[in-house]
């Protein structure tokens, strides 16, 4: 039976069709949507719908389910059509008349609006923490190399002196504004849809603020509609903040699988961090960041995925919206994978020294020499000139030394300023309201 079967059976093939991976999906929403219930119910008995003696067997019912869950031991069974089935189904089957009551005020669309809420904000929490573990082994590396120096690059041509520090230091300041708009996307999760039904409130008198506290979101989805079309638009945003974040991590790999490279040979990892070829012997190669530059490139087209997906859709709950958890969980798990996977390669690097000896590079230092005869009072464009003419004459000699002194430059990397900065953003997110609120509720007596 489903949650809305009257007395005949829904067609085989159409239940196939509709029903699709929202069963394996659904798993993903065990704990959150157990949540959302013990909210609820509470709420339900502080204003008349749901009598104290039942309250109490539903929340502790409630919360050993929840604990199933964490334990592995829950399943969505066969023939139960999604999560919030399973666990009514559970409940009446334990405790009787009491389990068929929890269901009053609201809808199976504001149930999984608020279990998406919660099981997002949650993953946001876990992304920020692993991308917090990435930037301080960037920002550790980039002080450890600071002093190292190798070739900066535009069109892929050698343009101007760069260190190790440097390169490393610019990715961690990129993680900062990623992080950015990841707070962006919790602070538009964190808030509380719970109450708007079907998208059209109820005749229930309903204390939604009561749920938003319980359930420690910042505030609530006012308008019932707006809160209904909330789907999609949160995981949108949501897409974005992990698109930004990959955009990131795929321009690491990229710059890690090209200095690998041979003809580049300025890093090095462990043989057992790379991977070896059927025919050729000598080969190194740097799979898992070519593995991490395509699952990043993926997510970062997800966000044109789920416009493509709920472009058009008119206002209210359309079936279109159960297939966004199919391409948006999925893209949550390649991410954290590959941000821990980052941070694991990182945690094995090795520099070359010494990169600019060889005189190839020589050219690097053309602006270094521009630089120092302005300082001694030539005009630019005539030193520029004339810089420009012993290359071309070959009389240009380099003076292999830098001397960048401005904030954000190859002397100066601002480090402890850059910490700041993520650390500023990151005390933002008051995670340990919504932990703290979450832990109350699944307290066992």
């Known amino acids: 039976m489903k949650l809305w079967q009257k007395s005949n059976d829904v067609n085989k093939e159409v239940e196939r069709f509709t029903v699709g991976r929202d069963r394996e999906m659904d798993l993903y929403l065990a704990e959150a949507d157990v949540l959302g219930s013990l909210a609820h119910t509470r709420m339900l008995t502080s204003i008349g719908l749901l009598p104290q003696e039942d309250l109490e067997q539903v929340q502790s019912e409630l919360k050993k389910i929840y604990h199933e869950i964490l334990d592995g031991k829950f399943t969505i069974e066969e023939g139960v059509e999604d999560v919030h089935s399973q666990v009514e189904f559970l409940l009446t089957q334990r405790i009787g008349e009491a389990g068929k009551k929890i269901h009053s005020g609201r809808s199976r669309n504001d149930q999984v609006l608020v279990d998406l809420r919660i099981f997002l904000r949650r993953q946001l929490k876990e992304i920020v923490g692993e991308v917090q573990v990435l930037f301080e082994k960037l920002q550790q590396l980039s002080e450890k190399y600071k002093e190292v120096l190798m070739p900066g690059y535009t069109h892929l041509q050698i343009a101007m002196p760069s260190s190790f520090g440097l390169w490393l230091g610019a990715y961690a300041e990129s993680l900062v504004d990623d992080t950015q708009m990841l707070h962006a996307a919790y602070r538009i999760c964190n808030k509380n849809p719970l109450g708007s039904a079907a998208g059209y ?27 209904q079309m909330g789907r999609g638009k949160s995981e949108r945003i949501v897409a974005q903040a992990l698109a930004s974040v990959a955009s990131t991590l795929s321009r690491l790999a990229m710059d890690n699988t090209m200095f690998l490279n041979q003809n580049f040979g300025f890093i090095s990892y462990p043989a057992e961090l790379t991977t070896g070829s059927s025919i050729m012997p000598h080969k190194k190669n740097p799979d898992v960041w070519e593995i991490m530059r395509g699952k990043c490139n993926l997510i970062q087209a997800l966000p044109n995925q789920i416009t493509m997906l709920t472009t058009n859709l008119p206002s209210g709950y359309n079936r279109d919206l159960q297939l966004l958890k199919e391409v948006l969980f999925p893209a949550i798990a390649d991410l954290r994978s590959s941000l821990h996977m980052a941070t694991y390669m990182l945690d094995n690097l090795s520099v070359k020294p010494h990169i600019l000896e060889d005189p190839k590079y020589d050219y690097l230092f053309s602006v270094e020499v521009v630089n120092h005869m302005v300082l001694q009072g030539v005009p630019f464009r005539e030193a520029y000139k004339k810089v420009g003419l012993d290359i071309e004459q070959g009389k240009f000699r380099a003076e292999k030394q830098v001397h960048h002194t401005h904030e954000g430059s190859i002397g100066n990397l601002c480090t402890a300023e850059i910490s700041g900065l993520m650390q500023q953003i990151v005390d933002q997110f008051h995670f340990e309201h919504v932990a703290q609120a979450e832990a109350e509720l699944v307290k066992m007596e």
């Open 201 to 227: 409130g109820s005749s229930f008198p309903l204390n939604r603020t009561m749920t938003t506290q319980l359930l420690g979101f910042d505030t609530l989805c006012y308008n019932v509609i707006c809160a």
